[in-house]
């Protein structure tokens, strides 16, 4: 079945850098790919999403792009602030019951 | 503000008992996913249904059942509850066909000693 792995595990930048998180998905049919950032204790929120037929997309300080020949995709967060801080999900999707398939997450650490 | 609704936010319990989580979704969503999220860990996917009908099936074990009633609300039942369910349990809600955006409800964090 359909695998996304989510890299790295806890990614720790300083305030005002740039941070990037991978994921890589396993289904080539896939074909809806969301961000979701959840801070501690609250729920998760979705952030930016982008579909197969897009091959990048912004959204002030942050983006997401995607590779559909190496099947990853990528959240880009530039200028990052202490709110950033937070575990972010990637997840992807396909097909008629549109479940998603997550990715294990990222502890975004932002250093002041 | 999500627009998904859950109930109760708190729960305490003990080992071998049941409790019922009750979730509402989002006005127009005919979708409602359920979630376990255990402490520093990812999302689970335990099941979903769309207009009443279950959908898909995740790792849901066999003590933990869920219903869609006619109104759309869901619930999730979990019996016979073990330390190791202690958990964070997220109700999501989508329009369902043709849309894949999930919303989150705010969660329902269940203790059990």
């Known amino acids: 079945g359909e695998n996304v792995e989510q890299h790295p595990s806890t990614l720790s930048v300083q305030e005002g850098d740039s941070a990037v998180i991978k994921c890589t998905y396993s289904d080539s049919a896939s074909n809806y790919f969301p961000w979701y950032k959840q801070e501690l204790g609250k729920r998760p929120q979705l952030i930016i999403d982008i579909r197969s037929n897009v091959g990048e997309k912004k959204d002030q300080r942050i983006a997401v792009t995607l590779n559909k020949t190496a099947k990853h995709f990528s959240l880009h967060i530039t200028e990052t602030q202490p709110e950033d801080s937070a575990v972010y999900f990637c997840a992807a999707s396909k097909g008629s019951n549109y479940q998603l398939i997550w990715g294990a997450g990222t502890k975004l650490i932002i250093k002041p | ?113």
């Open chain 2, 1 to 113: 503000d999500s627009g998904v609704t859950q109930t109760p936010k708190h729960l305490i319990t003990a080992t071998g008992q049941r409790v019922t989580l009750r979730c509402s979704p989002r006005s127009g969503d005919l979708s409602v996913y359920w979630y376990q999220q255990s402490l520093d860990q990812g999302l689970q996917f335990l099941i979903q249904y769309y207009n009443g009908e279950e959908r898909a099936k995740g790792n849901i074990l066999e003590r933990f059942s869920a219903q869609q009633f006619p109104d759309l609300h869901s619930e999730l039942n979990l019996s016979s509850l073990e330390l190791g369910d202690s958990a964070l349990y997220f109700c999501a809600s989508s329009v369902g066909q043709g849309s894949h955006e999930q919303y989150f409800g705010p969660g329902t964090r269940l203790t059990v000693t």
